[in-house]
């Protein structure tokens, strides 16, 4: 009965994610902008938060190891963190694949992309520590000790470093029509991204009442470039020309503006009433999401068990002798 609900669950997660791959295609409607290649983001996102569920999974069990001292909970804990680094590199590969179609580099050091870097290098690190240590007791021990101390790095390497640099190309909004953007903090010179396009806040520049910014705007590709000229009233503290980008329906608006730092705060309007007028997107979205945590949970089940008759193996292959 277990091995046929088992089977089941394989058959049903399987179909589930081959519809999601297929709605990716036939049912989302293209990004403005990036066409086909903004459809990634249903595959790039949920692999995404899949690996921050993988490695609090993992921490949860090397602390139940240290506390119970099971093999069972290190086999999971094994198990959930090698998935973590498997949805891991799934982000970052889509996520790479994205930046070529969008600025023509798979890789350009971005703060995000640093940080996930070091991320799997310090659970690279977890499994070279692992086959460095023969006898198993204490393999498992220090295995737990690292997981926990390496799953404290991950929120600060996931949610904290990249949101603190001051310069990103990684996008601050959703790839979603009629989504709504936080915008940007800019100083003078500094480059960051809004959407897909990338900026750079050239000059401020005071006329009376009235701030222009000069904005250097990239398109995707990297196909062209072009300065716009958003303004700001600094009485009625309002917006005042906010250009569009060059043949799309998206303004560039000028929100806030501080002379003193020399900086502006920069943002997008994206066509569209509201997030959730576009349905299908967000509930292909939210089916990848479901499918892979889905996967994630399959593969534990699956990677633990062999762990687990791995070692049974291992004990009678010793007793014998």
Wanted: hydrophobic share 50%.
């Amino acid at each position: 009965m277990v091995q046929r609900l088992a089977r089941l669950g394989k058959l049903l997660i399987g179909l589930w994610l081959a519809g999601v791959a297929i709605a990716m295609f036939l049912v989302v409607p293209q990004y403005e902008g990036l066409g086909n290649a903004g459809r990634i983001v249903i595959m790039h996102v949920p692999t995404a938060w899949v690996a921050v569920v993988a490695f609090t999974v993992s921490a949860i069990f090397s602390a139940r190891y240290l506390w119970r001292r099971r093999p069972q909970d290190d086999d999971y804990a094994l198990a959930a963190a090698e998935s973590g680094f498997l949805f891991t590199t799934l982000a970052t590969v889509t996520g790479m694949i994205f930046s070529q179609v969008v600025w023509g580099v798979y890789w350009n050091w971005d703060p995000r992309q640093t940080s996930i870097f070091v991320l799997l290098l310090i659970y690279a690190a977890l499994f070279a520590l692992r086959a460095a240590i023969d006898e198993p007791q204490r393999r498992r021990q220090l295995s737990a000790v690292y997981s926990l101390f390496a799953f404290v790095t991950m929120p600060f390497l996931v949610f904290v470093a990249p949101r603190i640099a001051d310069s990103t190309l990684h996008p601050n909004c959703a790839f979603i029509q009629g989504s709504q953007c936080d915008g940007l903090t800019l100083e003078v010179g500094k480059i960051g991204l809004l959407g897909d396009r990338k900026v750079q806040l050239l000059a401020l520049e005071r006329n009376g009442d009235v701030v222009t910014a000069q904005v250097k705007v990239s398109e995707p590709g990297l196909t062209a470039e072009r300065v716009l000229s958003p303004s700001f009233d600094l009485v009625h503290e309002e917006m005042v020309a906010r250009p569009e980008f060059p043949g799309l329906r998206y303004q560039l608006g000028l929100e806030a503006v501080d002379l003193e730092a020399n900086s502006a705060l920069l943002n997008i309007e994206a066509p569209g009433t509201g997030l959730l007028e576009n349905r299908r997107t967000l509930f292909t979205f939210l089916a990848a999401i479901i499918g892979f945590t889905a996967l994630f949970f399959w593969m534990l089940s699956v990677r633990a068990t062999l762990l687990g008759v791995q070692w049974a193996l291992a004990q009678r292959a010793g007793g014998r002798l």
